[in-house]
């Protein structure tokens, strides 16, 4: 693209070539997806020094020079990968335009600056394991819906579920969205943690990922959730981390995550 204007590009060129340019901005931690969208739409945004306002524009981030306001902007080139044990409260994005606490101020300036954001989302007044990194390689194979991720929950829900609750969970329930569409979600793990008077904890495995989805589908069946916490993701745990503390993945275990996550076969 270093070559030519990029509304230039022919169609072909920007479905096949380069990267999305909200998703670099994304990436080197300016803003999130949408948010990245919106700074393009409303001309904030400039590759080598021309405004781009279309959506969809594809650079290379090697050749290019991407601006912000400005502000050159610069992809990560050390590669980071963390474990977050997320306290409820916190949002998971970089930036929260309600100025609330995000994850990003559980880790320290110099883990900052190198642009980590986090890997999938969990819900504010959910707490547990999260992924902070700025590989988008390794963030898309842990949360694009073509891979097979396991996220394991506990749930605390009201009451006692019965075993016909349980077992729809294991077929898949209907869970409604923000647009008020249906969703059949996939069948989950689950089991019986404990039990007391004042409710019960239940361990459930996710393949997916919808928003709020755990808590969606403990409603429907008769049973909300009154606590959230991800204790797990793939064969990562909390383990030795803290609510509100964090830790570097070792290589072993970023091997481990991308070596399972690979496509699922098609039928």
Same mark, same amino acid.
Request: glycine share 8%.
């Given at each position: 693209m270093?070559?030519?204007k990029?509304?230039q590009?022919?169609?072909? /060129?920007n479905?096949?070539?380069? /990267?999305?340019?909200? $998703?670099?901005l994304?990436h080197?931690?300016?803003?999130?997806?949408? &948010?990245?969208?919106?700074?393009? @739409?409303?001309?904030r945004?400039q590759?080598?020094?021309?405004?781009?306002?279309?959506?969809?524009v594809?650079?290379? =981030?090697?050749?290019?020079?991407?601006?912000?306001?400005?502000?050159?902007?610069?992809?990560?080139?050390?590669k980071? !990968?963390?474990?977050?044990?997320?306290?409820?409260?916190?949002?998971? #994005?970089?930036h929260?335009?309600q100025?609330r606490?995000?994850?990003l101020?559980?880790?320290? =300036?110099?883990?900052?600056r190198?642009?980590?954001y986090?890997?999938?989302r969990l819900? %504010?007044?959910?707490?547990?394991?999260?992924?902070? @990194?700025?590989?988008?390689?390794?963030?898309?194979?842990? @949360? &694009?819906?073509? !891979?097979s991720?396991?996220?394991?929950?506990?749930?605390?829900v009201?009451?006692n579920?019965?075993?016909?609750?349980?077992?729809?969970?294991?077929?898949?329930?209907?869970?409604?969205e923000?647009?008020?569409?249906? !969703?059949?979600?996939s069948?989950?793990?689950?089991?019986?943690l404990?039990q007391?008077?004042?409710? #019960?904890?239940? %361990?459930l495995t996710?393949?997916?990922?919808?928003k709020?989805?755990?808590?969606?589908?403990? $409603?429907?069946?008769? !049973? =909300?959730?009154?606590?959230?916490?991800?204790?797990?993701?793939?064969?990562?745990?909390?383990?030795?981390?803290?609510?509100?503390?964090?830790?570097h993945? #070792?290589a072993? /275990?970023?091997h481990?995550?991308?070596?399972?996550?690979?496509?699922?076969?098609?039928?």
């Amino acid at each position: 693209m270093s070559e030519q204007k990029p509304e230039q590009k022919s169609e072909s /060129e920007n479905t096949v070539a380069g /990267e999305r340019l909200s $998703r670099f901005l994304a990436h080197a931690g300016v803003a999130s997806r949408r &948010h990245a969208e919106e700074l393009i @739409t409303a001309g904030r945004v400039q590759v080598n020094g021309q405004t781009i306002t279309a959506q969809g524009v594809r650079i290379d =981030p090697e050749q290019d020079q991407i601006s912000v306001d400005g502000k050159v902007i610069q992809a990560a080139t050390q590669k980071v !990968y963390l474990l977050v044990h997320k306290p409820a409260g916190y949002v998971s #994005t970089a930036h929260d335009p309600q100025h609330r606490p995000t994850v990003l101020a559980l880790v320290p =300036p110099e883990i900052r600056r190198l642009r980590v954001y986090p890997v999938g989302r969990l819900d %504010i007044d959910t707490s547990g394991l999260l992924l902070l @990194t700025n590989d988008g390689d390794f963030a898309l194979q842990l @949360t &694009h819906p073509r !891979y097979s991720t396991q996220k394991h929950y506990e749930a605390l829900v009201q009451g006692n579920p019965t075993p016909e609750a349980l077992e729809a969970l294991r077929q898949g329930v209907t869970i409604h969205e923000d647009d008020g569409s249906l !969703y059949q979600t996939s069948p989950a793990q689950v089991r019986v943690l404990r039990q007391s008077g004042a409710g #019960t904890s239940l %361990i459930l495995t996710l393949h997916e990922g919808h928003k709020r989805q755990v808590r969606r589908m403990l $409603r429907a069946v008769g !049973y =909300p959730v009154r606590q959230l916490i991800r204790v797990g993701v793939g064969n990562l745990t909390l383990k030795g981390v803290a609510q509100g503390q964090w830790r570097h993945l #070792t290589a072993a /275990e970023i091997h481990q995550l991308t070596k399972e996550h690979v496509p699922e076969k098609q039928s």
